[in-house]
Nanobody
Framework: QAQLDESGGGLVQAGGSLRLSCAAS????????MAWFREAPGKDREFLGR????????DYADSVKGRSTLFKDSPNQKVDLQLNSLKPEDTAVYYC???????????????WGQGTQVIVSS
């Protein structure tokens, strides 16, 4: 049974950057897709980006495209999300997830971390 643990959240000023990390314990299968979502107060959980573990293929949501990058660290079973040019509307709890479908739908992911809080001040 894999477990996902996020880290790297915190308070940052608008225009700043953060690098969020997702560490997986247990074995990551090559068929897995790792994704990042976020959930702001009163809003649905929003897809941000995904990476296929076997190929490194990535895809990003329009809301973060051009200012975010996913990094895969295979030896350490980690997936990082670099977020730049942060805005107050990026304030949310950020979650890492794992699934087997190349999907932006949260229902397709079966492992979730506990989340890490990001607060962007104006």
């Amino acid at each position: 049974q894999a477990q996902l643990d996020e880290s790297g959240g915190g308070l940052v000023q608008a225009g700043g950057s953060l690098r969020l990390s997702c560490a997986a314990s247990g074995r990551i299968l090559s068929s897995w897709v790792m994704a990042w979502f976020r959930e702001a107060p009163g809003k649905d959980r929003e897809f941000l980006g995904r990476i296929r573990w076997s190929t490194g293929r990535t895809d990003y949501a329009d809301s973060v495209k051009g200012r975010s990058t996913l990094f895969k660290d295979s030896p350490n079973q980690k997936v990082d999300l670099q977020l730049n040019s942060l805005k107050p509307e990026d304030t949310a709890v950020y979650y890492c997830a794992a699934g087997t479908q190349w999907s932006a739908n949260r229902a397709d992911y079966f492992h979730w971390g506990q989340g890490t809080q990001v607060i962007v001040s104006s």
